[in-house]
């Protein structure tokens, strides 16, 4: 028999859920507003990386490295007024390089990370989205159903 694991009800936050996701959901919107593209971090960080890795003249947008600037200063910004989550990882380096390939094929094949999608993708009703953002959900929730009963 599985043992499935009891929800922990005194960290559960619905008010900072809430906030959070208004927050991402403003900032894609206001993203879309002001650039007329989909704030997916995949197509913002593989913009400058193909111009550094490629050495090419192209210039990245502004835009594309102010996004990526905010990504990381976010913790930066967070310690001024709180201590950072504690992070914990089950797992070596090779499966989180493995794992991390494993995702940069999947957004490339699928035309999109889930940010793109979930976020952008489903408000915008793309039909594209519709389809994968269920599919992930079903691979995340088969992932971790087999790495933490059958593993």
Do not use: K
């Given at each position: ?6 929800i ?21 919107a206001?993203?879309l507003l ?14 400058p990386?193909q111009?550094l ?5 192209m ?12 990504l ?16 914990t ?24 990370c ?6 952008c ?10 389809v ?6 079903a ?11 059958l593993?």
């Amino acid at each position: 028999m599985i043992d499935l694991p009891r929800i922990a009800w005194d960290l559960f936050t619905p008010w900072n859920a809430l906030a959070g996701g208004a927050l991402i959901g403003a900032s894609a919107a206001l993203y879309l507003l002001g650039n007329g593209r989909i704030a997916g971090i995949t197509g913002i960080v593989a913009s400058p990386l193909q111009a550094l890795l490629s050495r090419s003249s192209m210039v990245p947008e502004r835009t594309r490295l102010a996004f990526l600037a905010g990504l990381l200063l976010a913790p930066v910004v967070w310690r001024l007024f709180a201590a950072l989550p504690a992070a914990t990882l089950d797992a070596g380096p090779m499966l989180l390089v493995a794992g991390g390939l494993l995702v940069g094929f999947g957004t490339r094949l699928g035309g999109g990370c889930t940010s793109g999608h979930g976020v952008c993708g489903l408000a915008r009703l793309s039909r594209r989205s519709l389809v994968s953002v269920p599919i992930f959900m079903a691979a995340a929730f088969a992932t971790v159903f087999v790495t933490r009963h059958l593993a």
